[in-house]
């Protein structure tokens, strides 16, 4: 059965990241991809010049009309902006409970845009994260969702992980993705963990400024492979590997000259003419 998967999202023009990266890379997983608009940017691979917030009840429409006629197998929330709008989407994901619930706490563009106003992050830790089954947070985002510096370690990501965990709700089974990126050294390891096991993902940096839309394409990728995957550290691992073979083909596009986009169709578009 071929999943369908929604991403709740704001929209980035250039296509890097947001709704348009999120289904892009459904569509190359081999999921049916859905969207619900959460707020309007103006945006470019330099860098983001406004941000529109998506009144919350036609949020709440969007969300409810789509859940009363299709089945959604798995939700990927991105950038909701604002707290009215993520105190909406929690309200109707607590009220359809989707399967599958990946959190990517976006906060701040590769540009050092902030996407997400600070009154909003309490939102995001009191109700929406207690209803994920999985969040995906960089390093400098898990510094804010836990009020203390970003860490600089291996080591200090393993506590941070645990951490993160505790602020997920006790049912089921619920993990924390906690992405390496932004670690010095040319090691990209993230750690999973599910409050039990802790496991990491080895990867190597790749020296390319086309990195635009990664956190949304990793966690786009969860929400697709999820619902078709036996595991979630399965999952997890071939949602990595699609982000990698991505990033590594990103030149193949000319695409801004800024951060610029990774290749979501790797697998089927050639370089050749």
């Known amino acids: 059965m071929i999943p369908n998967t929604l991403t709740i999202a704001g929209v980035d023009p250039s296509g890097g990241a947001g709704t348009l990266a999120d289904i892009k890379t459904m569509s190359a997983l081999g999921a049916y991809g859905t969207a ?14 406004g941000i529109c917030p998506v009144p919350t009840e036609f949020v709440a429409q969007q969300i409810d009309t789509l859940f009363d006629d299709v089945r959604i ?14 105190r909406t989407v929690a309200d109707r994901m607590a009220h359809w409970k989707p399967p599958h619930l990946v959190l990517d706490p976006v906060m701040v563009a590769k540009s050092g845009d902030h996407l997400l106003e600070r009154s909003a992050v ?14 995906t ?21 393993r506590r941070v992980a645990e ?9 089921g089974e619920r993990w924390v993705f906690l992405k390496g990126g932004h670690l010095p050294g ?32 990793l966690s786009a ?5 999820l619902p078709r995957l036996g595991t979630v550290p399965e999952a997890a691992s071939q949602a990595k590997a699609y982000l990698v073979n991505a990033i590594a083909r990103s030149n193949d596009l000319e695409v801004g000259d800024g951060h610029g986009p990774v290749q979501h169709f790797h697998r089927w578009w050639s370089t050749t003419s």
């Open 73 to 86: 197998d798995a939700v990927k929330i991105g950038m909701l902006g604002h707290k009215a709008v993520t």
């Open 186 to 217: 040319s090691e990209t390891i993230d750690v999973l963990h599910d409050g039990d096991r802790l496991i990491e993902l080895p990867g190597r940096r790749i020296e390319t400024r086309n990195t635009h839309g990664t956190g949304c394409t």
């Open 36 to 49: 619900v608009i959460a707020a309007l940017t103006a945006q470019n691979t330099r860098g983001v010049t």
């Open 137 to 157: 947070p960089n390093l400098p985002e898990a510094g804010v969702l836990l009020g203390a510096a970003p860490v600089e370690s291996l080591k200090e990501m």
């Open 221 to 225: 990728a969860l929400a697709a492979l």
């Open 163 to 171: 951490k993160l965990r505790r602020l997920m709700a006790d049912d």
């Open 122 to 135: 309490d939102e995001l830790r009191e109700s929406m994260i207690p209803l994920a089954s999985m969040i």
